[in-house]
């Protein structure tokens, strides 16, 4: 096993014990109802958002060095988009209703925003059918790795999640100047899950041979 392989490893084991983290919060409440001021930043939130960006960094790490040192292998391309969606759909699941799932924040804190329970679902879809596609394909000896769609999905996506995950900071200051009373945040998440399913329908079209039957 290769470095950027193992930083890929690393990550997964890291996105596990955030999730385990967050749980263990959640049933004991306590120092986590901290607020930073004139923000709504709730601090376990905040502390959320730097792992998510650290955990982001070494996705680009490690496809860089892949790439860099000529390190590329089936295996990498396999786990990178495994730890990418393990992260990314972990924490959007955890979006849709803090309420719910961080019930140590109190009732009379800043309003969270929430990611869009129907984005949410489309965004979980769109991965599950890639990885169909995927299963399908390394059935037949083909390994699909990332495209270029793929990856602009993923940034979209990060973007948004960073939005929802500092309550809207700092686009909130302008959210009152929208017409329509939607918070900026969750216009980046509208467009995170519309370039989600645009790149899901590309990774069909453009791996549709791999549902061709090979029997003559």
């Not at 800043?110 to 489309?122: D, E, G, K, M, R």
């Not at 200051?173 to 945040?185: M, N, Q, R």
């Not at 990774?203 to 549709?208: A, E, L």
Request: proline content about 4%.
């Amino acid at each position: 096993m290769n470095l950027p392989t193992k930083i890929t490893v690393c990550r997964i084991v890291a996105i596990v014990g955030m999730i385990l983290t967050l749980f263990i919060l959640n049933v004991i409440p306590g120092w986590q109802t901290i607020e930073i001021p004139t923000t709504g930043i709730n601090v376990v939130f905040l502390i959320i958002f730097v792992f998510f960006v650290l955990a982001s960094f070494t996705d680009y790490l490690d496809g860089h060095l892949a790439r860099k040192n000529n390190q590329v292998t089936d295996l990498g391309k396999f786990l990178d988009p495994v730890a990418d969606k393990l992260l990314v759909n972990s924490i959007v699941v955890f979006l849709t209703a803090p309420s719910v799932f961080a019930r140590y924040i109190p009732s009379d804190c800043y309003p969270l925003i929430s990611f869009n329970v129907w984005c949410a679902i489309l965004l979980v879809a769109r991965d599950i059918v890639v990885d169909a596609l995927r299963f399908i394909a390394a059935s037949k000896g083909k390994v699909i790795a990332a495209n270029i769609f793929g990856k602009l999905k993923t940034v979209f996506e990060m973007i948004a999640i960073c939005a929802v995950l500092l309550n809207g900071f700092p686009f909130r200051y302008f959210d009152a100047s929208w017409p329509t009373g939607l918070h900026i945040a969750d216009f980046l998440v509208y467009i995170a899950t519309l370039a989600s399913i645009v790149s899901g329908v590309i990774y069909v079209y453009q791996n549709r041979a791999v549902f061709k039957s090979e029997d003559k």
